[in-house]
């Protein structure tokens, strides 16, 4: 069964930076792509960033050229910095991990960006 695990959210002023980690376990996903979606309050949950086995990446068009999304295969562990933080960045960001179109979800965490 795999396990994901958030960690480094927080409160952070418009203009600064978070970096999310997320471990993982339960087998290795190191041939599996993972990534970060997120949902505000009242929306729907949205791809922020996924990086796939081969290193290559997709990013929503809000967060291109202000997060960057890396993975420690040996650690099994994906991360995601998000520098120049706007309000609207506000959400619970969640670790994805997707195993033969099979989804697993961490328990999310929360960011928000005071203005």
């Known amino acids: 069964q795999v396990q994901l695990v958030e960690s480094g959210g927080g409160l952070v002023h418009a203009g600064g930076s978070l970096r999310l980690s997320c471990a993982a376990s339960?087998?290795?996903?190191?041939?599996?792509?993972m990534g970060w979606y997120r949902q505000a309050p009242g929306e729907q949950r949205e791809l922020v960033a996924v990086?796939?086995?081969?290193?290559?990446?997709i990013f929503a068009d809000s967060v291109k050229g202000r997060f960057t999304i890396s993975r420690d295969n040996a650690k099994n562990m994906v991360y995601l910095q998000m520098n120049s933080l706007k309000p609207e960045d506000t959400a619970v960001y969640y670790c994805?991990?997707?195993?033969?179109?099979?989804?697993?979800w961490g328990q999310g965490t929360q960011v928000t960006v005071s203005s």
């Open positions: 994805n991990a997707r195993l033969m179109l099979i989804d697993f």
């Open positions: 339960g087998t290795n996903l190191s041939i599996y792509p």
């Open positions: 990086m796939y086995s081969g290193g290559q990446t």
